[in-house]
């Protein structure tokens, strides 16, 4: 479930951005006189950070979830429940901690 929470809007805003960004193709590929298919590659590592980042609150969480142990046979937070206790602990940075490796993945896989 949380997985689905991460992926599927990972996947959305990344062809969304892409889409967006395509239109500057052949502006890029003239004006610094890139091959057409590395413009390409470029605007889709770009698409690829901006929706890792966007993402990286949801994949913090669902980290969090996976990872979590639960003390006297409690029952695993929901990720509402787990959101909330990072941002109360860590603050809004703690929702975006490892973002940079999160980019760096994906990156290279757009």
């Given at each position: 479930k949380t997985m689905l929470m991460r992926d599927i809007p990972m996947s959305a805003l990344q062809l969304a951005f892409f889409e967006s960004l395509k239109p500057w193709a052949p502006m890029l590929t003239e004006q610094y006189g890139m091959p057409h298919v590395c413009t390409m590659m470029f605007l889709g590592?770009?698409?690829?950070?901006?929706?890792?980042?966007?993402?990286?609150?949801?994949?913090?969480?669902?980290c969090r979830i996976m990872t979590y142990k639960k003390a006297g046979g409690g029952s695993m937070p929901s990720a509402w429940m787990m959101a909330q206790e990072i941002y109360d602990t860590e603050g809004i940075t703690g929702l975006f901690r490892g973002c940079m490796w999160r980019i760096l993945y994906f990156v290279p896989e757009c």
């Open positions: 590592a770009v698409a690829g950070a901006a929706a890792s980042i966007l993402t990286a609150p949801c994949d913090t969480v669902n």
